[in-house]
């Protein structure tokens, strides 16, 4: 009785959880497609007109176009280096292995903001301010941690002994890595990238600090946008960003698996 | 014709392995038995090239293999944790070393298939590892060791992980493919039985040092020394005295038993000495039963195992310590409790000696 009772309040906590979770985004979603002029909820009928008003609006659509950009910069430098870093860190004993461990831990500990006007101070002295494949690269130095870790967590998965093999079943040493220890970790690496693109494609508070007016991002833009009237079609530009997470979901399931995040560890 | 001439390796102060040498036929089957951490891995390792010896020299099939790297030597290695390809199907991890060492590119699917078959996956060669059993695998691995029909097989403890019965059959399916195929194979396991089941000849190691060679029957009838003695079977250990050495005949006392030992078989200087005898070469005597050598005890502690008892039996004139024998019919005459009297009986020549 009491357990069918305890079991009850769980399941209603989870539902709970999950409406707080999703209902921001639901009630965007939804106020996206009202026909009207001033941002509603519940809408007060359904259109697209604000669709189509993004695709008449230039600035928006450049901005999108530089988001992308600073996405696809920030993920093909990730790759490499945040592949190689995690290689490296597992298999030796690295020399300044704390020191990396410590950056590993930064995101979590320094204030974006931090390591923004750090950012800002160097790409001043290197002329880089104002241009978009910048903010890619500073997306890129913020977030490696979790490009690191993704890879890290597909590499411990790993028989230590997978290269000895490949070597003793007559691959060389490049060889090796490229036919076994990359594809054995390519879970990971396809995991990070897509976590990259993302969350390059979001930033924001460095962005605002590395861009001018000719260089706005999507986030900038939209921040610059609220600080005046709040129009319906920011709404839409909202659902333009769930749109890009769910691809990126539906891609990591095609090539992944979801499972990933849920399964814990196997012996 | 496998050979390894005094071949050592250190990691800084310890000596992993200590000056091994060891020689194999073509076609035979080697195991290295020896406790966990006696520098199995180290030794298979260096065969295969991985790491190289501090000293010594490795030659297989004539040839010294110290300037070959691993892909360019021909040896099949089975992993302890097997390190199958977990990106590819087991068809996939079979068809690798073929693909890697330049096999015409339309026999591949032929030789796997046949490998495949010889460790009996046939149809199972669309799965990928995490989709196949524990003795799956183990066959994957194996059918990937001996696709490229290498010189040379080693197998690093590849049974440990599984259960005592998969284990055991195992075991046997290793033997039966070796024996198949004639390839010659060096297996390294701390299992005892898996040592005596599966080869033509045993090695034992302990702390890196070579402890005995030979085959099982000589490692398990006569062992080189205490180690041996006690690793291999469940041995009773007591102390004992050289009493009086004469000529063809030694007499030793063992608490207040005394004993005269048959030329042949003594061997102590004289002084303090150990004495081993094997759990299973002691009887129990029935109530007018005679042996060689009889001794009375009390039964301390009687376990039952299903096709046998172990029993532990205080024998006051031996000292305080207590003998373990087995009664291999425990449903043929009941099970004996703690406290009952008993007589035990065993022959002189069972009595191995050891200085210690
Ligand atoms: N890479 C290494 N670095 C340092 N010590 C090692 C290394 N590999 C093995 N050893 C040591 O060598 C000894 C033998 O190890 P190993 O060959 O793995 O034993 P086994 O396989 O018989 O269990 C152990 O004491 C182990 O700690
Ligand atoms: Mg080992």
């Not at chain 1, 997306?139 to 967590?153: G, H, T």
């Not at chain 1, 390519?186 to 508070?205: D, S």
């Not at chain 1, 986030?219 to 769930?242: C, E, G, K, M």
């Not at chain 2, 259960?163 to 024996?179: A, G, H, P």
Request: glycine share 8%; proline share 7%; with cysteine.
């Amino acid at each position: 009785m009491s357990r069918g009772w305890l079991l009850w309040l769980l399941v209603g906590l989870v539902v709970l959880d999950l409406a707080f979770l999703a209902l921001p985004t639901l009630v965007v979603l939804i106020a996206s497609f009202t026909p009207g002029t001033i941002i509603a909820f519940p809408p007060e009928g359904l259109s697209l007109r604000w669709y189509a008003a993004l695709l008449d609006r230039p600035d928006f659509l450049r901005a999108l176009w530089r988001s992308l950009l600073v996405g696809l910069v920030c993920t093909a430098l990730a790759v490499p280096i945040g592949t190689l870093a995690a290689l490296a860190l597992a298999r030796f004993r690295l020399r300044g292995g704390t020191a990396l461990q410590v950056y590993l831990l930064l995101p979590f500990t320094i204030p974006l903001v931090v390591s923004g006007i750090g950012l800002m101070l160097v790409f001043g002295q290197l002329g880089w301010l104002g241009r978009v494949w910048p903010v890619g690269v500073a997306a890129c130095v913020i977030n490696l941690p979790f490009m690191i870790w993704a890879v890290a967590a597909a590499v411990n998965h790993l028989d230590p002994d997978l290269e000895n093999a490949a070597q003793s079943l007559g691959a060389p040493p490049t060889h090796a890595f490229v036919t076994v220890t990359l594809p054995a970790v390519m879970p990971g690496i396809v995991t990070g990238a897509l976590v990259m693109f993302i969350l390059a494609v979001n930033e924001f508070l460095v962005s605002l600090m590395l861009v001018d007016a000719r260089t706005v991002t999507l986030p900038v833009l939209v921040y610059n946008a609220i600080r005046s009237i709040i129009t319906p079609d920011l709404a839409a530009v909202s659902a333009v960003y769930v749109g890009l997470a769910l691809v990126a979901i539906l891609l990591l399931d095609r090539l992944v698996g979801l499972d990933i995040f849920l399964r814990s560890r196997k012996s | 014709m496998v050979r390894l001439i005094e071949v050592s390796r250190r990691f800084g102060a310890t000596v992993a392995v200590d000056r091994i040498s060891l020689e194999l036929a073509r076609g035979a089957f080697l195991t290295i038995l020896g406790p966990s951490g006696c520098g199995k891995t180290t030794l298979l390792r260096m065969i295969a090239g991985f790491i190289a010896p501090s000293a010594g020299e490795i030659v297989v099939h004539g040839r010294p293999v110290a300037d070959l790297p691993p892909w360019k030597r021909s040896i099949g290695m089975v992993f302890q944790r097997l390190a199958l390809f977990p990106h590819l199907t087991a068809f996939g991890n079979v068809a690798y070393p073929l693909q890697m060492r330049g096999f015409p590119r339309d026999g591949i699917a032929d030789r796997v298939a046949r490998y495949l078959r010889l460790v009996r996956l046939e149809g199972l060669g669309g799965r990928r590892p995490h989709e196949l059993s524990g003795g799956q695998q183990q066959r994957v691995a194996i059918a990937r060791a001996l696709v490229f029909e290498p010189d040379l097989l080693l197998l690093d403890e590849p049974l440990a992980a599984l259960d005592k019965k998969l284990r055991e059959d195992m075991q046997l399916e290793f033997r039966r493919i070796q024996q198949e195929l004639g390839v010659t194979t060096i297996n390294v396991t701390h299992d005892q039985r898996e040592a005596l089941v599966m080869s033509d000849r045993v090695l034992v190691m302990d702390q890196g040092r070579l402890q005995q060679a030979g085959t099982p029957e000589e490692t398990y009838a006569r062992p080189a020394n205490r180690f041996v003695a006690g690793f291999i079977g469940l041995t009773n250990f007591l102390p004992a005295e050289v009493v009086d050495r004469g000529p063809g005949a030694t007499r030793l006392r063992i608490g207040a038993l005394e004993i005269t030992l048959p030329g042949a078989t003594a061997r102590p200087a004289a002084g303090p000495i150990e004495v081993a005898l094997r759990a299973e070469r002691i009887r129990l005597l029935a109530p007018d039963e005679a042996a060689e050598i009889t001794v009375a005890g009390t039964i301390a502690a009687a376990v039952f195992e299903g096709d046998r008892v172990v029993y532990e039996v205080g024998v006051p004139a031996l000292g305080p310590q207590t003998l373990k024998l087995y009664d291999l019919d425990p449903l043929g005459h009941g099970r004996r409790r703690p406290g009952e009297p008993v007589r035990l009986g065993w022959l002189a020549r069972d009595l191995l000696t050891f200085t210690p």
